[in-house]
């Protein structure tokens, strides 16, 4: 290529990220927890419908960054741009990112206790613009089907992982944020969080996983990032760092 073309493909580049024409565009976010600076310049796009794999040592700033982008207040987003979908998420609060269709779905799950698996999918119903119907829901979990009359609390691990990626799916979701979706799960478990990961995938869901068991989420992805304090070491497709085992090593410990 010459540096005449080269120069005009970069000049698009540059043209489509200013317009927001990325589905979701993260642009030089920088975030704090009242003193400390954690998120340090982060910058991504995701088309629709893609999975990316958001990936790093422990400490690396992943929750941080998945938290920024729902808009949580910690950590503070200080700068930066974060558009879903041509609208600016940057300058919402986490109530108004939910309303736009941006779900997370955190470590601990927050199941809520003393409700039963169908009382946790109303709640999201009703506290959101309206997804997946219970029938959708229950079609595609048939776990949570049959136990749907049971405390949420009562599931295992790996049931409760189902219902809160089921409660966010009752919201009407644009970009789904999963964190360490199979973390403490056994393998056998995993491999059904995953299909149900794959199954959303294959629905166009926009997705951003994070997550430490790095093989997993890289063979659900289109693309990946590789974070390392608070900053993006590597950007690319996934298929790039499950080839790359000097980045694997020196990153990701697989
Ligand atoms: N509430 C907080 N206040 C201050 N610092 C925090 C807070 N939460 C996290 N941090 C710090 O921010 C940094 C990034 O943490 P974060 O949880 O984003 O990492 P992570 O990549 O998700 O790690 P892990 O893989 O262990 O989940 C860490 O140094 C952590 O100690
Ligand atoms: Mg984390």
Request: glycine share 8%.
């Amino acid at each position: 290529m010459n540096m005449h073309s080269n120069n005009v493909r970069e000049e698009q580049n540059r043209m489509a990220t200013e317009k927001g024409d990325a589905f979701f565009s993260v642009r030089d976010i920088h975030a704090w927890y009242g003193e400390s600076y954690i998120v340090q310049g982060v910058s991504f796009d995701i088309a629709k419908g893609e999975v990316l794999s958001l990936l790093g040592r422990n400490g690396a700033g992943k929750t941080s960054t998945l938290r920024t982008l729902a808009r949580l207040d910690n950590p503070a987003l200080k700068s930066g741009e974060i558009w879903l979908n041509g609208e600016p998420l940057h300058s919402k609060r986490a109530f108004q990112a939910a309303k736009m269709g941006v779900q997370l779905v955190p470590e601990d799950r927050r199941i809520i206790g003393g409700l039963t698996v169908e009382e946790n999918l109303v709640l999201a119903q009703v506290s959101g613009e309206k997804g997946w119907t219970l029938e959708k829901i229950y079609d595609h979990f048939p776990r949570l089907a049959e136990r749907r009359k049971q405390d949420a609390v009562t599931m295992s691990g790996g049931e409760q992982q189902m219902l809160a990626v089921a409660r966010a799916l009752a919201r009407d979701i644009k970009i789904l944020f999963l964190d360490e979706p199979y973390e403490g799960l056994a393998p056998v478990i995993v491999h059904e969080i995953e299909s149900i990961v794959r199954q959303i995938r294959d629905l166009g869901i926009t997705t951003i996983i994070v997550e430490q068991n790095a093989v997993a989420a890289l063979r659900l992805s289109d693309k990946a990032v590789i974070m390392d304090t608070g900053q993006i070491v590597f950007s690319g497709t996934a298929a790039e760092v499950l080839d790359n085992a000097e980045l694997r090593e020196e990153y990701l410990a697989i």
